[in-house]
């Protein structure tokens, strides 16, 4: 994402030059045709800005080992861990459904 608002912003960035040098040799200058460049030219540097400070936060966050934990989805049942066979099943079974056993289990979340 921050590299297609670098590009973007480059891009007007790079449109708002040529159309200035337009202006300059066809002598069309008017207040709106300014402003337009002016304010074109602001919201380009702001886009590359924006994909910069979006670039320098990923960086960060890979230098302090920050990892998002994956979400996990609402279908998703939690599994447990056979104290008897080492398998794991979903939490809502009364008891392991390959060995039978019904002991105390341990929590996963998957």
């Not at 800005?49 to 960086?59: E, S």
């Not at 008897?84 to 392991?96: A, I, L, Q, S």
């Amino acid at each position: 994402m921050a590299k297609l608002f670098k590009t973007t912003g480059v891009l007007s960035f790079l449109l708002i030059v040529v159309l200035f040098f337009y202006f300059v040799a066809t002598e069309e200058w008017n207040l709106v045709s300014i402003l337009s460049l002016v304010l074109s030219a602001i919201l380009g540097l702001a886009l590359v800005a924006v994909g910069d400070l979006m670039d320098r936060v990923d960086r960060l966050e890979e230098n302090l080992n920050i990892y998002r934990q994956p979400e996990i989805e609402e279908d998703q049942i939690q599994q447990v861990t056979c104290s008897n066979c080492g398998k794991k099943y979903d939490m809502d079974y009364p008891k392991c459904p390959y060995c039978g056993h019904s002991g105390s289990s341990k929590i996963e979340i998957r």
